[in-house]
């Protein structure tokens, strides 16, 4: 039991606050050093996740993605006939399409109505008399080696039936109330029959071996063309040639031309945003490598806090956050990094065509402002003219793979990405990734050492403060004993 002042008339527990004050310094040193390290902590990830979601984007738009550099403009002197698409092709291209056939696809329909009614495909197939038990169709479609082969229960509505056989097979399959009749259609086009088989296929009118049958057969055709002179077919209207896409739309009379020329336009647009996106994150990272440190600013602790204003508790916070990555050897090394990367030259071609080119040579120069630290800045007119001249050089210099280079490190995007990806990887030895064990990383091992210290460092406070209770509450004990003997004393001397 604690007693409080009550025969001192001491503030005992406010004395031992005041006490316990001081003895609690030296554990709010390690609670700020705590919150520091989780503050730096935060920035750490916070850098590495947009460091991943640039690196990311990096891949999936220039270097794993060639269609960046090789996008055309295509001319096609009758675009009713022929589409193409030349986003794939790593050179321009010219020639001529005459279609001679579109590919169509196989059909196959009842010999004639089998009368089931305008509501037989709400019905199952036991009330048509289509099957009792269970009843099988087996469709095997044009340039297919294999055939398949569906089991129908009788409880199944003829709808239903349907469906299956479009989902299983590479048939569409329908029944049309109006006519009465069951239809097949190839998923694909392709020269060839439908060929269908089993008791189900019997009793629709649809049997077929490909060459005769009770149902009416109609096969499908291969497209049919010649290209640049030479006489070709392809099972589909759609196709690839030396890297470009071509859909065939209607049959012509004669040639159509088609020619193309890179889409300047576009291919610039993608250049200018990769410069815009590296010069974004040179900016951000040196303002935390430059980002001023208040020394005189220490975390708050919550006594602090309950004596301040929310604003200026704000306030205070900025400050005391500033400069967490001041000067940060991992971040310096990468900006260092990336700055080589923009600076260096990659070799292309081979033979006698083989030469070297850099950002400068197509009008990509860094500022030459001093508190631009590195950034990039683009001369349009030089950058247009590169892309018109060559846009496979150009390709080259950002995307040319680590194992087809020279040096053995890659194009300008292949370097800027892997010195992004060398800081992460120091980034998450340091501050680890969300849901990383403590033990794991440098700063969780940190902090939790700092953790066991704290822990340690309360019992002894919370046994300091229980001595000065016992202490006070045995002078309190001894005055009131005393104040007691006193009391009796008087009492005797009155009484004498």
């Known amino acids: 039991m604690r007693v409080s002042g009550l025969a001192s008339g001491i503030d005992t527990e406010s004395i031992i606050n005041d006490m316990m004050r001081a003895h609690r310094m030296p554990l709010d040193k390690i609670t700020q050093k705590k919150q520091y390290l989780e503050w730096q902590l935060d920035d750490y990830r916070s850098i590495n996740r947009d460091l991943r979601q640039r690196s990311d984007a990096l891949f999936d738009t220039v270097i794993g993605n060639s269609a960046t550099f090789n996008k055309k403009n295509v001319n096609i002197s009758d675009p009713n006939a022929i589409s193409i698409n030349g986003n794939n092709a790593a050179n321009d291209f010219a020639g001529t399409i005459q279609v001679n056939q579109l590919a169509t696809q196989a059909t196959l329909q009842s010999g004639q109505?089998?009368?089931?009614?305008?509501?037989?495909?709400?019905?199952?197939?036991?009330?048509?008399?289509?099957?009792?038990?269970?009843?099988?169709?087996?469709?095997?479609?044009?340039?297919?080696?294999?055939?398949?082969?569906?089991?129908?229960?009788?409880?199944?509505?003829?709808?239903?039936?349907?469906?299956a056989i479009t989902k299983q097979t590479g048939a569409m399959a329908f029944y049309d109330a109006h006519s009465g009749k069951v239809a097949l259609t190839?998923?694909?086009?392709?020269?060839?029959?439908?060929?269908?088989?089993?008791?189900?296929?019997?009793?629709?009118?649809?049997?077929?071996?490909?060459?005769?049958?009770?149902?009416?057969?109609?096969?499908?055709?291969?497209?049919?063309?010649?290209?640049?002179?030479?006489?070709?077919?392809?099972?589909?209207?759609?196709?690839?040639?030396?890297?470009?896409?071509?859909?065939?739309?209607?049959?012509?009379?004669?040639?159509?031309?088609?020619?193309?020329?890179?889409?300047?336009?576009?291919?610039?647009?993608?250049?200018?945003?990769?410069?815009?996106?590296?010069?974004?994150?040179?900016?951000?990272?040196?303002?935390?490598?430059?980002?001023?440190?208040?020394?005189?600013?220490?975390?708050?602790?919550?006594?602090?806090?309950?004596?301040?204003?929310?604003?200026?508790?704000?306030?205070w916070e900025e400050k005391a956050k500033s400069g967490t990555l001041r000067n940060?050897?991992?971040?310096?090394?990468?900006?260092?990094?990336?700055?080589?990367?923009?600076?260096?030259?990659?070799?292309?071609?081979?033979?006698?065509?083989?030469?070297?080119?850099?950002?400068?040579?197509?009008?990509?120069?860094?500022?030459?402002?001093?508190?631009?630290?590195?950034?990039?800045?683009?001369?349009?007119?030089?950058?247009?003219?590169?892309?018109?001249?060559?846009?496979?050089?150009?390709?080259e210099l950002f995307a040319q793979p680590k194992a087809q280079s020279e040096n053995g490190k890659g194009g300008i995007a292949v370097q800027y990405r892997e010195a992004m990806d060398n800081a992460r990887t120091t980034i998450s030895q340091r501050a680890g990734t969300a849901g990383a064990g403590v033990d794991s990383f440098t700063l969780g091992r940190s902090l939790k050492t700092m953790n066991q210290q704290i822990e340690?460092?309360?019992?002894?406070?919370?046994?300091?403060?229980?001595?000065?209770?016992?202490?006070?509450?045995?002078?309190?004990?001894?005055i009131q004993k005393a104040n007691e003997q006193s009391a009796q004393l008087m009492n005797s001397l009155g009484g004498m």
């Open 113 to 163: 109505s089998l009368d089931l009614g305008k509501d037989a495909g709400k019905k199952t197939l036991k009330e048509l008399g289509l099957a009792e038990g269970s009843t099988s169709i087996t469709i095997q479609v044009p340039h297919s080696s294999e055939a398949k082969t569906v089991e129908l229960k009788e409880n199944m509505t003829l709808d239903q039936a349907m469906s």
């Open 456 to 478: 340690r460092f309360e019992e002894r406070l919370q046994a300091t403060e229980e001595r000065y209770w016992r202490q006070f509450t045995a002078m309190e004990r001894a």
């Open 328 to 395: 940060d050897p991992t971040l310096t090394n990468m900006l260092a990094g990336m700055r080589t990367a923009m600076t260096s030259s990659v070799t292309i071609g081979e033979g006698e065509n083989k030469r070297t080119i850099s950002l400068r040579d197509i009008g990509i120069t860094p500022s030459k402002a001093y508190l631009e630290n590195g950034k990039l800045e683009i001369d349009k007119d030089k950058l247009r003219e590169a892309i018109q001249q060559d846009p496979s050089a150009v390709r």
């Open 186 to 315: 190839s998923k694909q086009t392709g020269a060839g029959n439908l060929q269908v088989s089993g008791d189900f296929a019997t009793k629709m009118g649809i049997a077929h071996d490909g060459e005769n049958g009770i149902g009416q057969a109609v096969a499908g055709k291969n497209a049919k063309f010649i290209f640049n002179g030479l006489e070709t077919e392809r099972e589909t209207n759609t196709f690839n040639i030396s890297g470009f896409d071509i859909t065939l739309k209607q049959v012509t009379t004669q040639p159509v031309t088609f020619s193309s020329s890179p889409d300047v336009d576009s291919v610039m647009e993608s250049i200018e945003k990769f410069v815009d996106d590296y010069n974004e994150l040179i900016g951000d990272l040196n303002t935390k490598v430059r980002e001023p440190k208040y020394r005189s600013f220490h975390p708050l602790s919550s006594e602090e806090k309950e004596a301040m204003k929310d604003r200026e508790i704000e306030l």
